[in-house]
């Protein structure tokens, strides 16, 4: 098999970040969206987030991409500029294969070389393998806001997930359903 190459995203990946989301839009509940951003919109996204000098980056193998990922500033708000949430979407053709894995783990070095120290994962339905990717990664649980989306006729949580990226700085697991 073909080496796996990640990169920065170009605005002409945009076609193909468009297609991968918009599989996502109407198969799973990672995105609550009923309709993903047109090409146009991923293209300017892309570009916005480069320019903010926040990593947006695709993984490919023999010049297909196979998936993407980016952080941006978690909130606007200053006192959030070290704090990103991260996004990260894999082809369907691709899924279980590692290279969300290598891609998510790839997406963290970037973030903390753009100067964030903390990464929040904002999970959409709770999925599953999302929260597993994540858990992998370092990632544990925050928090989970209950029944807040509703999506192909079923009430969705949404699970948040936090990690440091402060070298060595690390979190026990947090139980979200344990009583404070």
Known sequence: MAELHIRPARPDDARVVCAIYDYHVAHG???????????????TKIADIAGHGWPFIVAEREGDVLAYA???????RAAYARTCENSIYVADAARGSGVGSLLLGQLIHDA?????????????????????LHAKLGFVHAGRMRN????????????????????GERYEHFNPDAQT
Do not use: C, H, N
Request: aromatic share 12%; hydrophobic share 40%; glycine share 12%.
């Open 29 to 43: 509940t990672a995105s609550f969206d009923s309709e993903g951003p047109s090409e146009a919109d991923w293209a």
């Open 70 to 76: 980016y952080a941006t500033q978690f909130r606007p």
């Open 112 to 132: 903390r070389t753009a100067g964030f120290e903390q990464m929040i994962a904002v999970i959409g339905g709770g999925e599953p393998a999302s929260v597993a």
């Open 148 to 167: 807040v989306g509703f999506k192909f006729g079923r009430r969705l949580d949404t699970v948040y997930m936090q990690r440091s990226l402060i070298e």
